[in-house]
T-cell receptor
Framework: KNEVEQSPQNLTAQEGEFITINCSYS?????LHWLQQHPGGGIVSLFMLSSGKKKHGRLIATINIQEKHSSLHITASHPRDSAVYIC??????????FGKGTHLIIQP | DGGITQSPKYLFRKEGQNVTLSCEQNLNHDAMYWYRQDPGQGLRLIYY???????QKGDIAEGYSVSREKKESFPLTVTSAQKNPTAFYLC???????????FGAGTRLSVL
């Protein structure tokens, strides 16, 4: 079974800072997901990656399949980016394996 | 709007009682999933279903039951056999053989 490790577990930064969240996994995969969970609990899918890099607004996700590693970057961070960011791998018909999440707080 | 609807948002269970969490989707997705989230832990898979009238146990199925009588609906029953039911429960769905999963808003279950 795949093991998914995220770092850091908690991150507090000032508004405007460049944020990096890391995810490593133990077994080769076909896809990696980055999810965002807001304080109310609802989860939104941010990215699904199988190779390379994707960008959406101020969010950038990269994956290195050989290194079994992915990063999520937030440029020009804002307090509304405060959330838990979750890395998940696998998928298809039998579900995902999730990391424990990174709790991000952006202070004004 | 297409999406996944979970209800209720908050649910309380008495000792020895079964409770059922609702999950409905209008995305025409084949596969549906139930996850449990505990503080400080990643989401864990309880049950999943790839097709109507069929479902499989996930990693932590003990004390739970599901049904999939309709494509749109995948209710989860937390039985009295589940000794530690207090958690946040998330339902998700995806197209068959595709990886993108769409999540509901979740149900927070507590024991009285």
């Amino acid at each position: 079974k795949n093991e998914v490790e995220q770092s850091p577990q908690n991150l507090t930064a000032q508004e405007g800072e460049f944020i990096t969240i890391n995810c490593s996994y133990s077994v080769g995969i076909s896809a990696l997901h980055w999810l965002q969970q807001h304080p109310g609990g609802g989860i939104v899918s941010l990215f699904m990656l199988s190779s390379g890099k994707k960008k959406h607004g101020r969010l950038i996700a990269t994956i290195n399949i050989q290194e079994k590693h992915s990063s999520l970057h937030i440029t020009a961070s804002h307090p509304r980016d405060s959330a838990v960011y979750i890395c998940a791998v696998g998928g298809g018909a039998d579900g995902l394996t999730f990391g424990k999440g990174t709790h991000l707080i952006i202070q004004p | 709007d297409g999406g996944i609807t979970q209800s209720p948002k908050y649910l309380f269970r008495k000792e020895g009682q079964n409770v059922t969490l609702s999950c409905e989707q209008n995305l025409n997705h084949d596969a549906m999933y139930w996850y449990r989230q505990d503080p400080g832990q990643g989401l864990r898979l309880i049950y999943y279903s790839q097709i109507v009238n069929d479902f499989q146990k996930g990693d932590i199925a003990e004390g739970y039951s599901v049904s999939r009588e309709k494509k749109e609906s995948f209710p989860l029953t937390v039985t009295s056999a589940q000794k530690n039911p207090t958690a946040f429960y998330l339902c998700a769905s995806s197209m068959m053989r595709q990886n993108i999963q769409y999540f509901g808003a979740g149900t927070r279950l507590s024991v009285l």
